[in-house]
């Protein structure tokens, strides 16, 4: 059965980065892309960008371009997410999702809570 | 940017039917699929593609579009229907994604 299955809790101090993984299994990794999407306590979904797990090519929301890189490693079927220059409001849920752009997310994973806080 | 909107709330009896909407300009012309996320958990796609249904959804979720509007129809409400939706598009003028503000379902 297809799983994506997430890094742990962090907490992180303002300026600094954080980086989350999400292991896929189940299925063939480079058959579909993963997204991420972010929840920020009591509020809604945020797409924050999409990777292609075959070419590696990028898609980042405007709001986060030059702040976030996503990656793969074929090699185990993972996906990282990494945020730069954290500040208090990207305290959040952060999520990996498996689709292709531009369908819809069919397979999530159980989400990270990242707290940043000094 | 796109813009899509939803009623923050919208209270059913059990064995009702919820109506929940998702506006946003022409969105009848663009793909519209639908998340259900109960508190703690990862959201769950129960609409796909304006109407289709994932394996394992129950029938009684249901899905149209047109115009300015999309809908997304829960038949018999259930208790465990009580949960937070979510309508997305993508928005092939910026090739990005975009969620609406969540709608949440409150069965009476």
């Known amino acids: 059965q297809v799983q994506l299955v997430q890094s742990g809790a962090e907490v992180k101090k303002p300026g600094a980065s954080m980086k989350v993984s999400c292991k896929a299994s189940g299925y063939t990794f480079t058959t579909s892309g993963i997204s991420w999407v972010r929840q920020a306590p009591g509020q809604g979904l945020e797409w924050m960008g999409w990777?292609?797990?075959?070419?590696?090519?990028?898609n980042y929301a405007q709001k986060f371009q030059g702040r976030v890189t996503l990656t793969t490693d074929t090699s185990t079927t993972t996906a990282y997410m990494e945020l730069n220059t954290l500040r208090p409001d990207d305290t959040a849920v952060y999520f990996c999702s498996r689709g292709e752009l531009p369908d819809p997310f069919d397979f999530w994973g159980q989400g990270t809570m990242v707290t940043v806080s000094s | 940017s796109y813009v899509l909107t939803q009623p923050p709330s919208v209270p059913v009896a059990p064995g009702k039917t919820a109506t929940i909407t998702c506006g946003g300009d022409n969105i009848g012309g663009k793909g519209v699929h639908w998340y259900q996320q109960k508190p703690g958990q990862a959201p769950v796609l129960v609409i796909s593609h304006d109407s289709d249904r994932p394996s394992g959804i129950p029938e009684r979720f249901s899905g149209s579009n047109s115009g300015n509007t999309a809908t997304l129809t829960i038949s018999t409400v259930e208790a465990g229907d009580e949960a937070d939706y979510y309508c997305q598009v993508w928005n092939s003028g910026t090739d990005h994604y975009v969620f609406g503000p969540g709608t949440k379902v409150t069965v009476l």
């Open positions: 990777i292609s797990t075959y070419t590696g090519n990028t």
